[in-house]
């Protein structure tokens, strides 16, 4: 059974940092290629950034890009979220979600939130 | 950047009915275009990928169409468990969503 399950979500201050996890069971995992995508509340879907299956794609969204960091342990069948400097606006559900090279997700976790706040 | 217009952002509709959902990209995407349905409380949920390509598992009621840059979701007679948000979203360049079309009982 495909399995993606996020974690490391919570509340954090403004300024501080957290590392989302992601890992995958049930495929092969060094075939996909690894998505972020969160959700603000009551808000729509944005893409944060992926991680391509041969390692040598790792784009950020914008909004995110010089705070953010995605890396990979395909030994550890895992995807991973450094964020850094987070602000109010990065609340959000954050989930991770595979898909084939240049592909779209086909298969999605059920998210862990993180919450910035004072 | 691509971006993606969809319309209407909400909908009323019965059950029996046939809606349609549009969803307009920027420039040029191919038929690089997917159709999730979100419930309350639950990840998005693939339907269509490559326009028009139903997902294993996906009641034959939905379907895609369209190419380039104009592009619609038709559900051809709404059931009570479609009602739900609906998103478009373009992978020819990075992953950009639609803002989503929420589908409510009328």
């Known amino acids: 059974e495909v399995q993606l399950v996020e974690s490391g979500g919570g509340l954090v201050k403004p300024g501080g940092s957290l590392r989302l996890s992601c890992a995958a069971s049930?495929?092969?995992?060094?075939?996909?290629?690894i998505n972020w995508v969160r959700q603000a509340p009551g808000k729509g879907l944005e893409w944060v950034s992926s991680?391509?299956?041969?390692?040598?794609?790792?784009p950020h969204a914008d909004s995110v890009k010089g705070r953010f960091t995605i890396s990979r342990d395909n030994a550890k069948n895992s995807v991973y979220l450094q964020m850094n400097s987070l602000r109010a606006e990065d609340t959000a559900v954050y989930y991770c979600?595979?898909?084939?090279?240049?592909?779209?997700?086909?298969?999605w976790g059920q998210g862990t939130l993180v919450t910035v706040s004072s | 950047d691509i971006q993606m217009t969809q319309s209407p952002s909400t909908l009323s509709a019965s059950v029996g009915d046939r809606v349609i959902i549009t969803c307009r990209a920027s420039?040029?995407?191919?038929?690089?275009l997917a159709w999730y349905q979100q419930r309350p409380g639950k990840a998005p949920k693939l339907l269509i990928h490559?326009?028009?390509s139903l997902e294993s598992g996906v009641p034959s009621r939905f379907s895609g169409s369209g190419s380039g840059t104009e592009f619609t979701l038709t559900i051809s007679s709404l059931q009570p468990d479609d009602f739900a948000t609906y998103y478009c979203?373009?992978?020819?360049?990075?992953?950009?969503f639609g803002q989503g079309t929420k589908v409510e009982i009328k």
């Open positions: 420039q040029s995407i191919s038929s690089r």
């Open positions: 979600a595979r898909s084939l090279h240049s592909g779209t997700g086909d298969f």
């Open positions: 979203q373009q992978y020819r360049y990075y992953w950009t």
């Open positions: 490559q326009a028009s």
């Open positions: 991680f391509g299956s041969d390692d040598s794609f790792t």
């Open positions: 049930g495929f092969t995992f060094s075939s996909y290629n």
